[in-house]
């Protein structure tokens, strides 16, 4: 059993930068995948990008790559959504994903076993 709490997001303008962040409480957060994805007003929920164990591997979804960076720390529960060059396409709700017990990661919603809340984006122009 693992829970996740996004927080950090909030309004932005165009071209600004937000950092996410996901805590998760349990002992065995280094070995879960973990994973963002977005859902915006009266869209299904979007992959966004995702990290491996180790943090050493990475995946994003081509909307974001070279502009977003996924990491985590595992001695602090928690993983991270830098947000750089934001467009008014990012704003979204967010949230942090995780799976356990499966090596590898997924950019379909159903891999993940556990989510957070979301937290709120938004970005004007």
């Known amino acids: 059993q693992v829970q996740l709490v996004e927080s950090g997001g909030g309004l932005v303008q165009a071209g600004g930068s937000l950092r996410l962040s996901c805590a998760a409480s349990g002992r065995t957060f280094s070995m879960y995948t973990m994973a963002w994805f977005r859902q915006a007003p009266g869209k299904e929920r979007e992959f966004v990008a995702a990290?491996?164990?180790?943090?050493?591997?990475?995946y994003y979804a081509d909307s974001v790559k070279g502009r977003f960076t996924i990491s985590r720390d595992n001695a602090k529960n928690t993983v991270y959504l830098q947000m750089n060059s934001m467009k008014p396409e990012d704003t979204a709700v967010y949230y942090c994903?995780?799976?356990?017990?499966?090596?590898?990661?997924?950019?379909?919603?159903?891999?993940?076993?556990?989510w957070g809340q979301g937290t709120p984006v938004t970005v004007s122009s």
């Open positions: 994903a995780a799976r356990n017990r499966v090596r590898g990661y997924s950019d379909y919603a159903s891999f993940y076993n556990y």
């Open positions: 990290i491996s164990w180790s943090g050493e591997n990475t």
